[in-house]
């Protein structure tokens, strides 16, 4: 098989083992758990934790001691072995440190696979900045197509969304190991020290102010980069609860409608080259900012009906929003850092944004949604009033009892109903952004510099 189909091959399923439960969980969690809030920003802060210290740890093996390939193989038939025994978990601390053991198998595979491509490419001649673009958007569609299936197979509330993505990942375990080998290079010195070969030696950036302000606002942003992967499809599907929308399509295709996102990551990618031509790398990463703003706020004010065109172009910026940021950033460590300290430069920027990023995001807004904009409801009327007070009762009925409540005969529940104020939970990502975008206009001080220059041509051809 020709060397870079088979790249394709695994770039496709290293993000299809991922897009098969990432989008969807949520209505896993809230809706056949029935599990609570807070817990589930926890549940997403596992990818940050483990995004902290694995993909180093695994780096140092695959460079020192285990080909590449090997280590990537097993890591993912690991993951595999843990999304097969998530269905059986029945507590909602049991089922975050289950969690946590499948991303600390997981989330060292994504830079293993580009080490892998990279190795696979030079060893046979390749350019690397010409051919390893177009697998890569393979990933991508990878994405896409776990949630379509997902979705369509009737999956998406299910445990059955683990076992597509275990099933997927147990393949692509066995795949792996008929690539091409990677041996290790053994790079790291004996003599280097720990916070050398750990990459900590990055830290010492923050000594200049400039660096400093960069990684403390790529952390705050990359608190918004999870929060619509965590609760954007739980939203579109929660408008089951309002009859005007229950048989709607984006309730019944919610995951499709979210992959617009993934499509328009892909499409956006191409525009980068002309963006950073025109307006320079701090004003791609304030669009970036501003594009987050618009991706809660349409959120917020669409519905599935006359606002559907809202949620659409809510997706449509995502591309914007998450290239954008995450493109010009590197561009900026790039351009603004030594050769000695580039690649730990480089490692700490998706520290701060995958890592620490993610565990401020997902726990903070797990707590404030809990805490704040969750209502309780103890009777049928109650939640007509709140739903829709001109509601067909046989609706709201089935609804109540869809959620394993039991309705006694004067109206009240058996067990407290709770449901979400999407709008000002949206409303409040939407302020959070802003307030962010703001203060990086007028904090982060940058003047574009011969070096971005260079790069962007680079970028451009």
């Not at 870079?4 to 496709?12: A, D, Y």
């Not at 599990?35 to 020192?64: R, V």
């Not at 606002?307 to 809510?314: E, G």
């Not at 939407?430 to 790069?455: D, G, N, P, Q």
Request: charged fraction near 15%; hydrophobic fraction near 50%; charge should be positive.
């Amino acid at each position: 098989m020709n060397i870079k189909l088979r790249l394709t091959v695994m770039s496709f399923m290293q993000f299809f083992v991922w897009g098969a439960w990432l989008i969807t969980i949520a209505n896993y969690w809230f809706g056949t758990k029935q599990w609570d809030g807070t817990q589930f920003g926890a549940i997403f802060a596992t990818m940050g934790f483990a995004s902290l210290f694995m993909p180093t740890l695994t780096g140092i093996i695959a460079d020192k001691w285990i080909n590449a390939e090997r280590l990537y193989a097993l890591m993912h038939i690991l993951y595999a072995g843990v999304l097969f025994y998530i269905p059986q978990v029945e507590t909602p601390n049991a089922f975050f440190w289950t969690m946590l053991l499948a991303m600390c198998f997981y989330m060292p595979t994504i830079s293993l696979s580009n080490s892998i491509s990279y190795t696979t490419l030079k060893s046979t001649n390749l350019d690397v900045i010409k051919d390893f673009p177009p697998i890569r958007v393979w990933g991508t569609v990878g994405f896409i197509a776990a949630m379509w299936v997902t979705n369509l197979t009737g999956s998406k509330a299910s445990a059955y969304q683990f076992y597509i993505a275990g099933t997927g990942a147990l393949a692509l375990g066995l795949y792996a190991f008929t690539l091409p080998a990677c041996k290790p290079t053994k790079l790291i010195s004996e003599k280097a020290s720990i916070v050398d070969t750990l990459g900590l030696s990055a830290f010492k950036l923050f000594a200049t102010y400039k660096m400093a302000l960069f990684f403390i606002f790529s952390m705050f942003l990359g608190g918004a980069l999870q929060l619509t992967n965590a609760y954007g499809d739980v939203f579109l599907d929660e408008f089951k609860h309002f009859p005007k929308y229950a048989d709607s399509f984006v309730v019944k295709y919610s995951t499709i409608i979210m992959s617009i996102s993934q499509v328009s990551e892909t499409l956006f990618i191409l525009a980068i080259p002309f963006f950073l031509k025109r307006f320079g790398i701090k004003k791609v990463m304030i669009i970036a900012m501003l594009a987050w703003v618009f991706r809660f706020g349409l959120f917020a004010y669409g519905d599935p009906a006359g606002n559907l065109w809202m949620i659409v172009l809510s997706c449509v910026v995502y591309g914007m929003a998450f290239d954008f940021f995450n493109i010009s950033g590197s561009l900026f460590v790039e351009t603004s850092t030594t050769p000695k300290t580039r690649s730990s430069a480089q490692g700490l920027f998706m520290m701060m944004t995958n890592g620490f990023g993610a565990v401020f995001g997902s726990l903070i807004s797990g707590w404030m949604i809990d805490k704040y904009f969750t209502s309780s409801f103890n009777n049928i009327s109650a939640v007509a009033s709140h739903v829709d007070s001109t509601a067909d009762n046989g609706h709201l009925l089935s609804f109540v009892k869809s959620q394993g409540i039991n309705i006694l005969s004067d109206g009240s529940f058996d067990k407290v109903l709770f449901m979400k104020d999407w709008q000002h939970i949206w409303l409040s990502f939407t302020i959070y952004a802003l307030i962010i975008t703001v203060l990086f206009a007028v904090m982060f001080k940058h003047k574009h510099t011969r070096a971005e220059e260079e790069a962007i041509k680079k970028i451009s051809h």
